[in-house]
C-alpha cells in the first residue's frame, strides 16, 4: 500500500508522527475497507511539519520513503500544485492521509480526489 501524507509546515512533525504510529493502520483499513494489507510506502513533500514528520516514521517502520520537493524557484506560486500532481502521478498513491494545514494541503485533497484517490483528513482534535 502506497500512503500520501499531506500536512501544513506548521503542523507538529511529532503529531504527525504519533498519529501515524498510533493510527493509520486502523484508519485506512476503515476508509479502504480492507482489514489485512501491507504498506509500501510513503509519499511526502520534502517540507518541514507535518511531512517530516511523516518522513521520520516511514524511515522508522522501515519501508521506503518518496520524497518530492516542490522547485520554487523554477516555478514560483505554481511549485505546490505542480508538485502535488506529480506526487500523485509517480507516486501512485492507494489514499492519501491529509493533516491540517493551508492552501497547498487543500490543493492536494481536491487533487486527490478529482483523480478518485481516497483522502482521510486528520483534523487538529484528531492528531
Excluded at 509519499?43 to 522508522?60: M, T, Y
Excluded at 518518496?66 to 502535488?84: D, E, F, H, I, V
Amino acid at each position: 500500500m502506497r500512503v500520501l501524507i499531506c500536512g501544513g509546515r506548521n503542523h507538529s512533525a511529532t503529531q504527525t508522527f504519533n498519529w501515524l504510529e498510533r493510527n493509520l493502520h486502523d484508519e485506512v483499513s476503515f476508509k479502504l475497507g480492507v482489514n489485512v494489507w501491507t504498506l509500501t510506502h510513503i509519499i511526502e513533500g520534502g517540507a518541514r511539519g507535518a511531512d517530516s514528520g511523516a518522513r521520520r516514521w516511514g524511515e522508522s517502520a522501515g519501508v521506503t520513503v518518496l520524497t518530492y520537493p516542490a522547485n520554487w524557484q523554477m516555478y514560483g506560486s505554481s511549485a505546490g500544485p505542480k508538485r502535488n500532481a506529480h506526487m500523485l502521478r509517480e507516486g501512485k498513491p492507494d489514499v492519501v492521509v491529509a493533516f491540517p494545514g493551508g492552501r497547498g494541503t487543500a490543493n492536494m485533497i481536491m487533487q486527490a480526489e478529482g483523480a478518485g484517490i481516497p483522502v482521510i483528513r486528520v483534523t487538529d482534535e484528531m492528531s
